[in-house]
C-alpha cells in the first residue's frame, strides 16, 4: 500500500510531462508551463513546455524512484513514508520549475 501510495504523485507528475510533452499544447491559460515569459512569447512557451517536461521526467527518475524505493525499504511507518515520498515529489518538481526558468533566462535573456 506504502508503495503505491509514494509513487502516486510522481506518476501523476511524469504522465502530466509526457502528455505535455507529447500533445505540445499551443499557448493557453488552462493546460501548460504558464508563466508571465512564457506566455509572453510563442516560441518561449514552447521552450518552457518542453524543458519542463523533460525536466520533470527527469527529476522524477532520478530523484523520486530512489527516494521511494529507500524510505520504502528502510522506514515501516507508513505515514511517514508517504510524506517523505510526497516531499521527495515536490522536491523535483521545483527542481524542474527551477531549471525551466534557469534555461528560459539563459536562451532568451532576462526579461526586458
Do not use: H
Not at 508571465?36 to 513546455?49: Q, V
Not at 511517514?80 to 526558468?101: C, G, K, N, P, Y
Request: contains cysteine; proline residues 4%.
Amino acid at each position: 500500500m506504502k508503495w503505491i501510495m509514494g509513487l502516486l504523485l510522481p506518476t501523476l507528475f511524469t504522465l502530466l510531462a509526457a502528455i505535455t510533452l507529447a500533445v505540445k499544447p499551443k499557448p493557453n491559460s488552462i493546460w501548460g508551463y504558464r508563466t508571465l515569459r512564457s506566455m509572453s512569447d510563442e516560441k518561449i512557451w514552447y521552450f518552457a513546455n518542453r524543458t519542463w517536461a523533460i525536466s520533470t521526467i527527469l527529476a522524477s527518475l532520478l530523484f523520486c524512484a530512489p527516494a521511494v524505493c529507500l524510505f520504502n525499504a528502510f522506514i515501516k511507518d507508513v505515514l511517514t513514508v508517504v510524506l517523505l515520498d510526497l516531499s521527495a515529489a515536490f522536491i523535483a518538481m521545483f527542481a524542474a520549475i527551477f531549471i525551466t526558468q534557469a534555461l528560459i533566462r539563459r536562451k532568451f535573456g532576462k526579461k526586458q
